[in-house]
């Protein structure tokens, strides 16, 4: 079986990726199992997982579910999921994807990312799993002095040993990827980086490509899955993306949502889209984007946008200024 969006990036291995997913950030547990079990019954093959989002195990469930009802094998899905900062040494980075491949139930995830390029004090899995940032509940964020090449190098053991079909990076500035070109072994397969028009990232977009680096485009609704953890903008300037009169001009034109125009947008720059929606409605209308395409003028005026808004970021939250300049 394949999937009903029809649309797949080819990586650099040859392997393909869904353009379209489902995100897991944020997730509840709860109801997990059953979003997972839904989302794979309308058609998405992409869920985008990882160990900080805590909620591996019930993802694994309703991929289960829905495998042994014969909706998809194995070999239709392509689930990604993500090295945390707190096992970037050598000796756990793969201990901590066994952990994720028990908890999804899986022999292998089709890509494995390291989710920040900031390494962390060791947290022991029999201390607390997930990690989250602080070493302690409610302490302070302790560094660890990890090079970024030995977690590379331990992400290419992980592939070598069929553990992860690709392996790639997240949440990285471009000196820092031009770095890792120059000892890979491996080359990162994708780049996944928050993209919305409030963030249009244009020359780290265009550097991972000319580097044969596809990219899964994050937080594409923009302030949307920020606003309930108080890290997006708010008072009567600043206009949600959602409902932004420009996305909502060109959303009528094409007789689309809003959401569906954002999704577009980061499709026609060559990006996956990784979007999140409990509604069964919207579920199937974030898929549902190759019966249209947005015109040059259309890009243009969202991608006008761009204010250089990172909702996403470290040095807000844990004290990790990675994108400083």
């Known amino acids: 079986m394949t999937s009903p969006a029809g649309s797949a990036i080819t990586l650099r291995n040859g392997l393909k990726m869904p353009t379209v997913g489902l995100g897991m950030w944020k997730v509840s547990r709860a109801a997990a199992s059953d979003q997972v079990y839904e989302a794979i019954k309308a058609g998405y093959r992409l869920f985008d997982c990882a160990c900080d989002y805590g909620n591996e195990s019930e993802v694994g469930s309703g ?5 042994s009802e014969g909706l998809v094998t194995r070999s239709d899905l392509f689930i990604t999921s993500k090295l945390w900062c707190t096992y970037h040494r050598r000796e756990h980075v793969e201990p901590a994807l066994h952990r994720t491949l028990q908890d999804l139930g899986l022999d292998y995830v ?3 990312l390291v989710h920040f390029p900031i390494a962390l004090k060791h947290v022991p899995m029999d201390q607390r799993y997930p990690p989250e940032w602080s070493y302690e509940v409610g302490g302070p964020v302790i560094p660890d002095n990890v090079p970024y090449q030995e977690t590379w ?5 992980v592939f070598d040993k069929g553990l992860a079909k690709n392996i790639g990076i997240s949440n990285m500035p471009g000196a820092l990827i031009y770095d890792v070109l120059t000892y890979a072994r491996i080359k990162p397969a994708v780049l996944q980086i928050e993209v919305h028009p409030y963030l249009v990232r244009e020359q780290l977009v265009s ?3 000319s580097e044969g680096i596809a990219v899964t485009a ?6 949307t899955s920020y606003q309930e953890i108080n890290m997006a903008p708010t008072g009567p300037e600043f206009k949600p993306l959602l409902k932004h009169e420009v996305v909502a001009d060109i959303a009528a ?3 689309k949502s809003p959401a569906q125009v954002l999704l577009r947008w980061a499709v026609e720059r060559g990006c996956a889209v990784i979007p999140k929606s409990s ?3 919207r579920l199937r209308e974030n898929l549902d984007l190759f019966d249209f395409a947005l015109s040059t003028d259309d890009v243009q005026r969202i991608s006008a946008l761009d204010r250089n808004l990172r909702l996403n970021d470290p040095a807000k939250y844990a004290k990790r200024a990675i994108w400083a300049s």
């Open 63 to 67: 991929i289960a579910r829905a495998m």
């Open 110 to 112: 089709d890509l494995y």
């Open 153 to 157: 190098q331990a992400m290419e053991g």
């Open 207 to 209: 550097l991972a490509h």
């Open 218 to 223: 994050y937080s594409s609704f923009g302030d």
């Open 253 to 255: 034109k094409h007789a």
């Open 279 to 281: 509604n069964p409605t």
